[in-house]
């Protein structure tokens, strides 16, 4: 069956090996198929689970997966069957040894190695938290000596202000617990104290009526922030299913600001760099930008066209240096 589904079908060795899995898996559990044609389940998340699927326990456990993640997945299971915490260990990796290239009675040039002979470096797997049980996961990454010896330190430090000794997963959280309340403040201004608000005289408040600020109040951000949770609110019209992005947050407008949208927490969304993008598109207010970036483009090419001695600023100015 192995070598069918790697010579006849063209599957590499890893996806035959999940399907052959998958398959003596529904031979037990005929219900795993049918959740598998439904795209309640998928594959690698029907191989998770196979080893823990009992008759008495299959149904109960594999309504429990439907519609998740793999990820999710492990973390079901751990929570179901928890594992014990693993010990803390630092340990310096292991240098790799060049070996000395064997002398040869060749000219130079004919020992001299080709680049494209060379295998490129290889690349660091990506460190993944592993689940361990519900509230507990199982870290592994490589740091620097820097690294360990400022961890050294926050240990110290901590356990001097505690009255009491911490380890190293205590001391990297309270680490990164302040680093994530500082990058919040200056993000959504989540913990910001609200400013005094200097009295304006009449020749600065008219002349503020006239224009509009695009700077976001502290308190509309971080509400608007706390409510997405942190995350993009955009919503698949078609499969009602929520964006998962986390990284490149940024505030859009339900009624964009060019158009005389407010800085309301009802008109503010958190929504990725890529669906904000979307949506700028989709509501027609990327035309000025497309705009705008020809006219820049036109000018850099201009100022390259009339040498080093001309610039966009003394072009901007009507002038020339």
């Given at each position: ?10 599957f ?31 594959l690698?998340?029907a ?37 014990p ?9 292991p ?29 660091k ?35 001097q ?110 929504f ?50």
């Amino acid at each position: 069956m192995f070598v069918y589904c790697t010579d006849a079908l063209g599957f590499d060795k890893a996806a035959a090996y999940n399907r052959i899995a998958v398959a003596r898996l529904a031979r037990r559990f005929p219900r795993v198929l049918a959740m598998l044609e439904a795209g309640r389940l998928s594959l690698t998340a029907a191989r998770t689970l196979g080893p823990h699927l009992e008759v008495e326990t299959a149904d109960e456990l594999l309504d429990a997966a439907a519609g998740k993640t793999v990820d999710e997945v492990k973390q079901l299971l751990a929570e179901r069957a928890p594992k014990p915490a693993v010990p803390t260990s630092i340990r310096r990796t292991p240098q790799r040894r060049e070996l000395q290239p064997a002398t040869s009675s060749r000219p130079l040039f004919d020992q001299a190695r080709n680049p494209s002979d060379e295998k490129p470096a290889p690349k660091k797997p990506t460190p993944r938290p592993e689940s361990l049980a519900k509230d507990t996961y199982k870290v592994t990454f490589t740091g620097s000596s820097e690294l360990v010896g400022m961890l050294e330190e926050v240990k110290t430090l901590l356990a001097q202000a505690q009255g009491k000794s911490c380890d190293e997963a205590e001391a990297i959280e309270t680490a990164v617990r302040e680093l994530r309340d500082r990058l919040r403040k200056r993000k959504y201004a989540v913990g910001a104290r609200p400013k005094k608000q200097k009295a304006k005289t009449k020749t600065e408040a008219s002349a503020s009526q006239g224009r509009r600020s695009r700077r976001i109040p502290n308190a509309v951000r971080r509400a608007v922030a706390e409510r997405d949770g942190y995350r993009c609110a955009y919503v698949d019209p078609e499969t009602g299913r929520r964006c998962c992005e986390t990284r490149f947050l940024e505030f859009q407008h339900v009624e964009a600001f060019s158009r005389g949208g407010v800085h309301s927490v009802e008109n503010l969304k958190l929504f990725c760099r890529g669906h904000n993008q979307f949506a700028a598109r989709r509501d027609g207010l990327m035309a000025g930008v497309a705009e705008r970036r020809a006219v820049r483009d036109r000018a850099v090419d201009a100022d390259a066209a009339d040498g080093p001695g001309h610039s966009l600023w003394t072009a901007g100015l009507g002038c020339s240096a």
